[in-house]
C-alpha cells in the first residue's frame, strides 16, 4: 500500500471555470511555467508515484462556482490513474483545498470530521492564550484539515488527517520591526493550530486507531530563529512529547537530531533578493505505533536528493517543474 502527500503549487490555476484542464500555453502560478507544461509535468509524476491515495494540498478551489473534485477526478481520467476517486472535507475560502485522491479499487474513504467538549471541529474556533495574558485567543484554520476513515479491501482502518498549518512567512511586512512582529504573530498561530491538532491526535490514539497525520506543516525543527521564543516546533507538539503515545516521522527524527550535516528537505524556493534557492523541510508523514509494525518505508521524492529520481531525467525535470514542493510517500504492508 502506497500513501502520498504533494502540496502542488497553484494547482488550481490549472483548471477552467468548468473543471477542464486550460493544457495551453498561457501562464500557471509557477514562474516560468507554462500551464501546460506544468500539467504536463504533474502527469508524469502522479503516474510515477502510482500511489494508492494521495492527500493533495494546495488543491484546486472548491465553493458555489468551483468544483474541485470534479477537477481532480478529470486530471486523473486524463492521465489514467489508479487514484481516480476524490473527496474533500471542509471547504474554504482559499485557493487551496486539502483533497485526498484514492483508488476505489484498494479503499474506501468518507470525510469524518469528529469533535468533543475539550477538542472541537476544525471547522470551528479553539480558544488558546497565545501570549500569557489569561485571555485566549480565537484561533481558526484557514484551511480545516481533512479527517478521513478509510478502509483498504483487506479490512484495514485507518484515520488519515490532512494538514496544511499556518504560513509563517511574513508577507507583506515592511521593514524589519514589522517583519519580526508579523513572523512571531504568525508562528504563536501556527503552534495553537498545531497544538489543537495534537489533541484531536491524543484522542484518536486514545480510541485506538492506526492513525496518519500527513501534509504540509510549514514548520520543522530549527528552521528559523523565532522558534528559540518558543522552545519547539509545531512539527515537534504534533509528534507528541513526554511520556505519551508519540507518533514517527524518520525525516522529523533525523532533523530533531541534529546530529547529521545536512537534513533531508521536501521543497525548494526561490527567495529575494538574488533569487538563489532554499531547500527546507516542510512535508511529513507521521504514523502511530500500530503502523511502525507494518514495515513502513519513506521517501521523499527529491530531484537531486533521491537516486532514482535523479536517474530518470523526465521524472527528475517534471518534479522541478510541477511544484515548489516534492512528493512524500509511505509504502506499508496492508
Known sequence: MRLATYNVEWFANLFDENEELYDDGGWSGRQDVTRAQQTAALGIVFRALDADAVMVIEGPDSHSRRDGVKALEGFAARFGLRARKALIGFVNDTQQEIILMYDPDRMTARHDPRESDGVPRFDLTFRLDLDVDRAPEVIRWSKPPLEVALETASGRRLRL???????????????????????????????????????????????????????????????????????????????????????????????????????????????????????????????????RETDPRWCIWHPFDDPDCYADETLRRALLTASDHFPVTLDFKD
Open 161 to 291: 488527517i490532512g494538514v496544511h498549518a499556518k504560513s509563517k512567512a511574513p508577507h507583506g511586512a515592511k521593514g524589519r520591526e514589522q517583519i519580526m512582529r508579523l513572523s512571531i504573530e504568525n508562528r504563536r498561530k501556527q503552534l495553537a493550530q498545531c497544538i489543537w491538532l495534537r489533541r484531536r491526535v491524543e484522542e484518536d490514539l486514545a480510541a485506538g486507531d492506526d492513525l496518519i497525520v500527513l501534509g504540509d506543516f510549514n514548520d520543522g525543527p530549527g528552521l528559523d530563529e523565532y522558534e528559540k521564543l518558543f522552545g519547539r516546533s509545531g512539527v515537534e507538539i504534533v509528534l507528541g512529547e513526554g511520556n505519551g503515545e508519540q507518533l514517527f516521522d524518520p525525516h522529523a527524527r533525523q532533523a530533531l537530531s541534529k546530529r547529521i550535516a545536512a537534513a533531508p528537505v521536501s521543497a525548494r524556493f526561490q527567495v529575494p533578493p538574488d533569487g538563489r534557492f532554499l531547500s527546507v523541510l516542510l512535508d511529513y508523514i507521521m504514523v502511530s505505533d500500530g503502523l
